[in-house]
């Protein structure tokens, strides 16, 4: 009998609140993903690996914490060890070479430049920075990562992107299709750091991004299929990420339509964390976040929009029961939280650690559930290559991840109630950062700054740092405790200075010693 396809939809910066599935009362419309976690299970706790989009992409292709890629930022960025991607034998797309399935990709990358570092602005501006003596980009020179460099079927598209607008293979299929490109009252945030650019598509929606990322999905899919072999691909959005350019028949929908504020906006943040400042606007009012929303709520239902037309054609194609899809993000967004927080990174609050994540199986009429366990990005990886049936047969295993399989059939599956998010921060700052889920409790490391604990249960929106309340001493203690032994168990590279500072583990004993001579 052939095996299943497996077909992996990711967007990126997506806050999960932005979908009814997940009962958030949102007035963003959704209703294809509506529909699909219908026939999902929907994990309602699944954390990132890391709140920033190499960091958490390389793990999606890897199975890898950051710490052990060496993506820990966005690459060629300040913090970040490793550039390009490297194409090694437990790279996701290999696995699933191995036993037998053809894999494709489009969209989105950000896990490398390319060999050749002429071929975009990035990788032209990657060597201006080589010339004014930064050295780092040196080794990568004539070598580096894009799909087709390590065995995709599709299309390459070098680095970030900046929403794909400007890559040159849309350029012509804009030309190829007599299509022009509008997109009018772009505003771009005067202070450094900004991220806040906006604009409205006026030209056809045929003329988006999203639009040719379908087109280009449903192409690869076709070249996939045409065999008896069953095939992987994975489909990359760009947004809901900023550039936030939606289209007018989008954007009419929250043009006018009043957005609550976030609760804790207006919180008191004066004696928080001071890194979580670097994405913080000053002086900022709900207003600002609020147009900034109407232009991502517009963005997400554009791109809802876009996924229907990809499920119908596969559908019309007769691969819809017989694909397991999965769909995901990379991580969420601030949008004003926490005092008017924006982008992502630094911080490590649920908005931008929690990320959506459905499964619906390769079969017809599944009853889709809501399941509450903690996982992760690295299950991802698990989950697609338990699906193909490679079975690890070496240390490697899984990676870090594990298999979310079993869950289809089993919503009582016995499962860890623990989690780790890492972070490293972004742009040219970098602060080592932990971010811990055990049971109820949140504990986040941040390095040479304010840790935090919250209650999750008794304040979901982490507006009570309890780091310092007496009462919950022992509760953090143990949690502390535990989060050493999940290090240990997978061999976090700073478990060792982790509980030096916090006095843990061997250290305890030491400094028991020292405070009673």
């Given at each position: 009998?052939?095996r299943?396809?497996?077909i992996f939809i990711?967007?990126d910066?997506?806050?999960k609140?932005t979908?009814?599935?997940y009962?958030?009362n949102?007035?963003?419309?959704?209703p294809v993903?509506?529909?699909?976690?219908?026939?999902?299970?929907?994990?309602?706790?699944t954390?990132t690996t890391?709140p920033?989009?190499?960091?958490?992409?390389g793990?999606?292709?890897?199975g890898?914490?950051?710490?052990?890629?060496?993506?820990?930022?966005?690459?060629?960025?300040t913090?970040?060890r490793?550039h390009?991607?490297?194409?090694?034998?437990?790279l996701?797309?290999?696995r699933?070479?191995?036993v037998?399935y053809?894999?494709?990709?489009?969209?989105k990358w950000?896990l490398?430049v390319?060999?050749?570092?002429?071929?975009?602005?990035e990788g032209?501006a990657?060597?201006?920075?080589?010339?004014?003596g930064?050295?780092?980009?040196a080794?990568?020179?004539?070598?580096?990562?894009?799909?087709?460099e390590?065995?995709?079927?599709?299309?390459?598209f070098?680095g970030?992107?900046n929403?794909?607008?400007?890559?040159?293979?849309f350029?012509?299929y804009?030309?190829?299709?007599?299509?022009?490109?509008?997109i009018?009252?772009?505003t771009?945030?005067?202070l450094p750091?900004?991220?806040?650019?906006?604009g409205?598509v006026?030209?056809p929606?045929?003329s988006?991004?999203e639009y040719y990322?379908?087109?280009r999905a449903k192409a690869?899919?076709?070249?996939?299929?045409q065999?008896?072999?069953?095939?992987?691909f994975?489909?990359n959005?760009w947004g809901p990420h900023?550039?936030?350019?939606a289209?007018t028949k989008?954007?009419d929908?929250y043009?006018?339509?009043?957005?609550?504020?976030n609760?804790?906006?207006s919180e008191?943040?004066s004696?928080?964390p001071?890194?979580y400042?670097?994405?913080?606007?000053?002086?900022?009012?709900?207003?600002?976040?609020q147009?900034?929303?109407?232009?991502?709520?517009?963005c997400t239902t554009?791109?809802?929009?876009?996924?229907?037309?990809?499920?119908?054609y596969l559908?019309?194609k007769?691969?819809?029961?017989?694909?397991?899809?999965i769909?995901?993000?990379?991580?969420?967004?601030?949008?004003?939280?926490?005092?008017?927080?924006?982008?992502?990174?630094?911080?490590?609050?649920?908005d931008?650690?929690?990320i959506?994540?459905f499964?619906?199986p390769a079969r017809?009429?599944?009853e889709?559930y809501?399941?509450?366990?903690?996982v992760?990005t690295?299950?991802i990886?698990?989950?697609?290559?338990?699906e193909?049936?490679y079975e690890?047969?070496?240390a490697?295993?899984?990676g870090?991840?594990?298999?979310l399989?079993?869950f289809?059939?089993?919503?009582?599956l016995?499962?860890?109630?623990?989690?780790?998010?890492?972070?490293?921060?972004?742009?040219?700052v970098i602060?080592?950062?932990?971010?811990f889920?055990?049971?109820?409790y949140?504990?986040?490391?941040?390095?040479?700054?304010k840790?935090?604990?919250?209650?999750?249960?008794a304040d979901?929106?982490?507006?009570h740092?309890?780091?310092?309340?007496?009462?919950?001493?022992d509760?953090?203690?143990?949690?502390?405790n535990?989060?050493?032994?999940?290090?240990?168990?997978?061999?976090?590279?700073?478990?060792?200075a982790?509980?030096?500072?916090?006095?843990?583990k061997?250290?305890?004993?030491?400094?028991?010693?020292i405070?009673?001579?």
């Amino acid at each position: 009998m052939k095996r299943k396809n497996i077909i992996f939809i990711c967007t990126d910066q997506h806050r999960k609140d932005t979908l009814s599935a997940y009962r958030s009362n949102t007035i963003c419309k959704t209703p294809v993903l509506d529909q699909l976690a219908k026939e999902s299970v929907v994990f309602d706790n699944t954390y990132t690996t890391c709140p920033v989009c190499t960091p958490a992409r390389g793990s999606m292709q890897t199975g890898l914490y950051p710490s052990k890629t060496g993506m820990e930022t966005n690459s060629f960025q300040t913090g970040c060890r490793t550039h390009e991607l490297s194409d090694v034998p437990f790279l996701l797309n290999r696995r699933l070479e191995s036993v037998g399935y053809r894999c494709g990709y489009t969209g989105k990358w950000h896990l490398g430049v390319g060999k050749d570092k002429t071929a975009t602005g990035e990788g032209k501006a990657l060597l201006g920075i080589l010339e004014k003596g930064f050295l780092e980009v040196a080794p990568y020179i004539g070598r580096g990562c894009v799909p087709t460099e390590i065995g995709y079927i599709g299309d390459d598209f070098p680095g970030h992107g900046n929403g794909g607008w400007r890559f040159p293979q849309f350029e012509q299929y804009l030309k190829d299709n007599n299509l022009s490109l509008s997109i009018i009252n772009q505003t771009t945030g005067k202070l450094p750091g900004d991220h806040s650019t906006v604009g409205e598509v006026t030209s056809p929606i045929e003329s988006t991004i999203e639009y040719y990322l379908v087109e280009r999905a449903k192409a690869i899919v076709d070249e996939l299929s045409q065999d008896d072999q069953p095939f992987y691909f994975q489909l990359n959005f760009w947004g809901p990420h900023e550039p936030f350019f939606a289209p007018t028949k989008y954007l009419d929908m929250y043009r006018d339509v009043e957005i609550p504020e976030n609760p804790s906006f207006s919180e008191d943040v004066s004696d928080g964390p001071r890194i979580y400042n670097l994405i913080r606007r000053p002086e900022v009012s709900w207003d600002f976040f609020q147009d900034t929303l109407r232009h991502y709520y517009a963005c997400t239902t554009h791109i809802d929009a876009q996924i229907g037309r990809f499920l119908d054609y596969l559908k019309e194609k007769g691969l819809y029961e017989d694909t397991m899809i999965i769909f995901s993000a990379d991580h969420g967004d601030n949008q004003g939280c926490h005092g008017g927080l924006e982008n992502k990174s630094y911080s490590m609050y649920d908005d931008t650690t929690q990320i959506p994540l459905f499964i619906k199986p390769a079969r017809a009429q599944y009853e889709g559930y809501h399941q509450d366990a903690f996982v992760g990005t690295c299950d991802i990886y698990a989950t697609i290559l338990k699906e193909a049936g490679y079975e690890p047969t070496d240390a490697f295993g899984y990676g870090d991840g594990r298999p979310l399989n079993d869950f289809i059939d089993q919503p009582d599956l016995p499962w860890s109630d623990e989690i780790m998010c890492e972070g490293m921060g972004a742009f040219s700052v970098i602060v080592t950062q932990r971010m811990f889920r055990k049971g109820r409790y949140k504990y986040v490391f941040n390095g040479a700054d304010k840790d935090q604990f919250f209650d999750m249960e008794a304040d979901p929106n982490e507006m009570h740092n309890l780091i310092d309340d007496p009462s919950y001493a022992d509760d953090l203690y143990r949690v502390k405790n535990v989060c050493a032994d999940w290090m240990q168990e997978h061999g976090d590279i700073i478990r060792d200075a982790f509980c030096k500072l916090n006095h843990l583990k061997e250290w305890e004993t030491l400094y028991k010693e020292i405070d009673t001579k």
